[in-house]
DNA sequence: ATTGCTGCAAAACGTTTGCACCTAT
DNA sequence: ATAGGTGCAAACGTTTTGCAGCAAT
């Protein structure tokens, strides 16, 4: 177990919600706090696969989402139909700009914008749990975009 | 015809791209228009569909594409694996606040966001499209929210 | 002993596609 | 005449589900 601290963090929140502390359930931890960038489920799924694990597509499916309840991921929408998550354990917390032509994802830092959640949930009256705030955009030289011109 | 603006715009869009001018899309956008509030394609066809209307799912599906291209409706994601559009016709542009335990969503207009928007492509060196923001919250008092309670 | 979890395969879901026919140009 | 659009049903890709057996409590 590479990640004592984060495994920690996820045996107590299992405990708390009366969720079994399962072999598997720690593998996919592992699994998803090692891979670099963002990821669907299928893939960690196949990744673990090709690894000689032996942890099933809906234990990865369902214990990503306990894994994200308990925010040491981060589920994200890109804009395909596909859910998307990134390891959030031991990360500043970040938004993303999307390259619709040639599928780049940046992240970015910006303090402005949970000042906002906070102030517009204040506003309007509801707890802020999370938010997502995607810039969609176009590179501005295809030519010399090694991503537009490696398509 | 309700809509003779929109139609002029999506007639002018559609030309222009050498698209061809069909009764169907028309229909389409006649719909989309009408809709009160963010839609689902499937659900306009089915509202379409018990209209007595007789196209089909793939032309509503491609028609709300074009749609989006040309702004007069705008393509939403809220976290589901769906899209959804609402019409931008003759609309401000809005952000949005989703709830996630009574699904309610709050529209709300933030005039630093698309000055963020603006800024941050400008420092990334990329050109802006479009971008969303949304807050996913928990309401406040259950036992009031009759929207949680209608469940 | 009792739940809850796992793996598997099948089903579900929203969406896209292939194709024969049709229609706007 | 011809390129492009339509409707239908089938295919698609991601995610969820049902269930029998298994394992954590």
Redesign the pocket.
Known sequence: MKNKQAADIFREF??NG????????FEVLEAALEFEGHF???ELYIMMKNGKS??????????L?LLASCDLISLRNFGD????YESSFKKQNHDHLICMDCGRIVEFINPILSKLETEICKELDFEPSSYSFNLFTRCKNKKNCKYYNEK
Request: glycine letters at 0%.
């Open positions: 299992l405990k009366k969720n079994r502390i399962t072999p598997e359930r669907s489920a299928d032996r942890v099933s597509r809906a234990t990865v499916y369902k214990t989402e139909n596909m859910k998307r």
